[in-house]
């Protein structure tokens, strides 16, 4: 009510936006992003005593500065975009999955086990192919669980899966120890199952998977029925039964795809890059693969660039911090949640709008205004009645 | 009697709708005052406007006299004014007695004030010592005798608890904010209290979640009577509650007027208002009717009050061309949320080619019914039968697999055009593919399908082209965000083998649809949230009428719309009626269901209340049934009038079998 | 055997007690607080580093080595609950997304500190020593083995959540935070300002969670700084779950939690197993999350506005 609330809070009120262009809610975005660099620039030169300019320069020489870096920087990039690719279609549908970092280690697991024990026995590319379907059958089974639950008994998907993470790390931390007792607690490289390099370099393969996955998903969830059904479930459970989808055949369909990535993201990091597996191998990239995924507004390509600027920033500083002497991957993680939370913030300012006491103003009536609703009218009349008290009031 | 409130020539608008116009009223203390109408016309709004909910364009409000504004509820509370609403604002885990007190603020504790009356207190006493020092010097006493050690320590006390005392204040506050009072001996005592005065019947330690629609209401009033109201105002009390609570909640209601409180009650229940108001304030289209003691008048002169003359809205109506059964409804009932019966034993049938309306204040099952014919909602028992208009059409097999055409055949479903009956039996599946696709095989009869226990999926998958327009447009049948051309294809994007959605159809329905039917829209792209209402309206009844339905349910199709919107609305469905279409009409205002059907179904508790003819039927009679509770006082004063129309009725549905 | 193990747990429990207790006030208040493992990370470096800079200058002062670390502490956990509130209450951004944006920054910014300063580990490791043996009694008693053998600041986890119980339960402000967790819409038509409470829940709320991770780096690493703190935080979510939302019954869990994560020292089993031991506290409390919604008892639920901001104009 808005009368109500203008006793206390006389100077401004909030008005939901109905209407905002496109390209002014992404200048709004772009505008967070060069605030938060420039935050970051302060915080540099607060902390290391680097002049912003030259930690400008640092940060793109640490990413885009030779070659190999470059070649590094898109194989990181194709990885936390796997990553996010994983966790979209659920989050598409409002299923808060924040357990793909879980599920991407129980792929690398399950791949990893088939190495372990089939490695050298039978023939390469048969391993390689049992690896992932290996892969592909953890990630899947790690992600329905939680989706089971979330459809029989509406189970909270957030805590479930997030607890899910932490079994999936013990028990590869317990299956290292088995098979690499009183040691190091580190797996050997493997030597059997690893994918083919391609010139000489073994990401490639990672990076061609994430593109066409890539394609595949913005396919998938843009003009397939599946994908559909996944935007309305999402927008409107309630509509979804009326038209005769069934929800949590849905969810658990939409789950298993969830987990399908995340089979294949753990194959790629174990048989494609690391050809060895710790606790760690995901390296918390499930966790800002959502914020990826979220910032880009689950559209599969808009995760590039989301992603870019992700591996940018953390490349770019990890350069600042060597520049400044200091070796630690800490500095990169304050950046990137400094960079996350201005534009998780400015989200604010495309759906509200500030309508301060002096020049208030009613709400942009919506579009055909011959025919208004009762609900529209009846905020525009509210807005009105709590303006003329604002008035007496002052 | 003195006046509580007295409003003044009230007026209200919400855009271009005006919901009261030129009300004035006056609330009485130590009275029952009913506020009549039927939905829409006002009644709610008028008593939000007292309750600080919305706030009027025109007029002015006293109470007790003195002219007042107000503004928001606490203003509201202010001048002892209390508004039970429909949706009640409890919290469900807490206690009747936590939801009672919560948000009462703590006594006043002002810090300067306590010190100020501390100080005053110690330096009396201490002066008081003082005195007593001087006098005992005066009176030459010396300083090393026991008495002066005696006045010597009390001036030592005195000074030593102030400085106690007062360097508590502090935590003393804090101790008052916080404290453990909020279930304290005292505070129960007092709700006891309220509870026993009014004979309230609830247990304070209950939660609510434990507890039925009624004990809720009761915590809601009792809420209001702790804040100490003097006046009441109940929206609809009885709309949830059994004949049984209400007698309980009318005591109540009676012995707070003994007490001297105002109350007023808003409904639309006329046997209600005869039993319990003092008098009764009639509303009708935002406007006062007037009001009158309730001794002096009866059901029937409200009635006429409430609905008024009938007006003629010229809305064309043709004869219904060949009637036929096409839906059946069958001792239907389905239960709502809170596990009561919001349809009960409802039997009716829709024929193909009329309009059926449904009249009935709403929220008296029209929900519930047309969700639980559409495989929305559990039908606790009953029949839901449809007739698919079928004779002497081709089997395809869109609909049905080549295994069920082979089964029906020998259940003898078929016939050659030439009307021999088809025989499938040694015919190979090529022979029996070829005959189907040339359309050799028709239908012997209507086919009959029992839609109960059926999902929307299988009921749309049975090819029985059922559309439905849901009352809440936004959040169920369409997806506000998505765009016109998306929400097209909801009801289509399954066609088809392809894993893709299919665009180009719902993009050219899209178009379609915006040309026809005159949406207001940038473009087809534009999310359906930013259109208007009436437009909203548009696209999803020009969607659901493009699938050539067979049946088709609207419910309020009309609600917020102008009088454009609406005609073409009524256009559309007229229209759909003359293409043989079944189409069920739930609506609130009389005049349009009394202009647009052919027959009216009212509905009222859940039940049948009659089935009558449109064309025949006045306004006051069918006012009586929505007003009426179907118990057999009730039923006996308005079976007379009706008795001979509800025959006709029968009659003619005995002709059309 | 059986006596220091309970010791051991004992003390650890009062980690896992902070975190929990800390989120259990900002869930109350309608707030999932998914930014705690940072926020307890932040607490831990901002106390170390507080003691490092008081020993640099050479202040020596056992109540300012006590109570100015944890002053700075509580005050940088407050600070991020200030933000995290500020982004979810005023800006009403997802609460997920801005919880694990916040424990990215917290836990990066701790990290970054504590490797920063290398060396105050070392020397802070000396002081720990004060927290330890303050209040600690020393006896071959197994009761005063058990339970009155610990610091400072394990008594005070227990009293901070006794107190949390009671202020919860049992008075006005409690009354109106769980209602404003519960029904915002409710509360705020009772006169109730939701928008403070729920600012102040999640400040306090964070600034307890913090003193977790004081507690935690200085009481019982013994000053030693690991990358530990983040998987406390965790757990500690998790506890919440574990103890359907009551702090008082956290005292318990918390101890059956800090008992099972230290288990695998006192019993026989291998090197391996130890890790499947720690797996335990995870899977009972997916089993705890699932039997609470399959039996769907109004008492044992979260609060039902957990996760969703208010907009009062939206109704």
Redesign the interface.
Known sequence: ?????K??EPLF????R??VPAWQAWAIRGGAIVGGFLLIGILIYAFLGIFPTDAYRYMFEGAFGSQYRVMVLLRDLAILLLFALAVTPAFKMKF?N?GAEGQVLMGAYCCMVCLYYLGGKINNVVLIFIALACAILGGAIWAVIPAL?KAK????E???T??????SV??I???I??WV??GTGVLPTMHYGNLPTIAGENFWFSIIVALVLTAVMY?YLR??????EI??VG??E??A??????VKKVIIRTLILSGIICGVTGFLLVSGINHSLTSESAG?RG??A??VS?LAKFNPVGMIFTSLLVVFLSAGTDEIMTKGG?T?S?????????M??LI??C??FI??KIVFRHHAEAPK??????????????????DA??D??KE?NV | MENAIEMKNITKTFGSVIANKNVSLEIRKGEILSVLGENGCGKTTLMNMIAGIYYPDEGQIFVNGEEVTIKNPKDAFRYKIGMIHQHFKLVDVFTAADNIILGEKMPEFNLRKEYKRLQKKYKGQFKALKAQEKTYFEEGGSRFTKEYGEIVRKETGVFNRALLHIGSLGWIKLWKHAKFNYLSAMRVKKLQAIVDTYGFQLDLSKKIYEMSVSEKQTVEIIKTLYRGAEILILDEPTAVLTPQEIRKLFEVLRIMRENGKAVVIITHKLNEVMEISDRVAVLRKGEHIATVNTRETNEKQLTEMMVGKKVDLNIARKDPVDPKPRLIIEHMTVKNRDGINAVDDVSFTVNGGEILGIAGISGNGQKELLEGIAGLQKVECGDIIFHNPKKNKPVTFFHHSLKKIKRMAAEGFFHYPNGEKVDLKGKRKKEIVELVNKEQILFYEDEIIDLRHRTPREIQELGIKLSFVPEDRLNMGLVGNMSIVDNMALRSYRKGKSVFVNKKRPKNLADTIIRDLEVVTPSDMTPVRRLSGGNVQKVLVGREISSSPKVLMAAYPVRGLDINSSYLIYNLLNQQKEKNVAVVFVGEDLDVLLALSDRLVVLSGGKVAGIVDARTVTKEEVGLMMLSRASVEDSKLFADALGKKQNDDEKEEGEND | MIVPFLSEALKLSAAFLYGSTGEIVIEKSGHLNLGIPGVMSVGGAVGCVTVYYLLKAKIYSTFLLLFLPLLTTIVAGGLMGLLYSFMTVTLRANQNVTGLALTSLGVGLAGYIMTQKGEAALIVGKTSKIFASLFQIQSENWFVKIFLSHGLLFYLAIIIAIVTQIVLNRTRVGLHLRAVGENPATADSAGINVTAYRYIATIIGSAIAAIGGHFTIMEYMGGNWEYILEGFGWLSVALVIFTVWRPALSILGSVIFGGLYIAAAYINVSFAQTELIKTIPYVITIIVLIITSIVGSKKAQPPASLGMNYFREER
Request: proline share 2%.
């Open positions: 009510m808005t009368e109500q609330k006793t206390r009120h909030l008005v939901k109905i209407n808060w924040i639950f008994w509406n189970t909270n957030t805590l479930f997030l607890m899910m993470n932490y079994v013990r028990i931390e317990y299956t120890k088995v007792p009183g396919t003009f397939s029925k599946h994908g559909y935007t309305v927008e409107s309630n509509t039964r009326y038209i005769g989808i069934n918390g966790f800002t959502i914020l979220w200091i630690t800490f500095f990169s993680q304050v950046v990137t949640g400094l996350f939370l998780i913030g989200e604010f759906n509200y009536t919506p579009i055909g205004t011959g025919s208004t609703t009762a609900e529209t009218a009846l905020t525009a009349s509210e009645s709590a003329a008290a007496e």
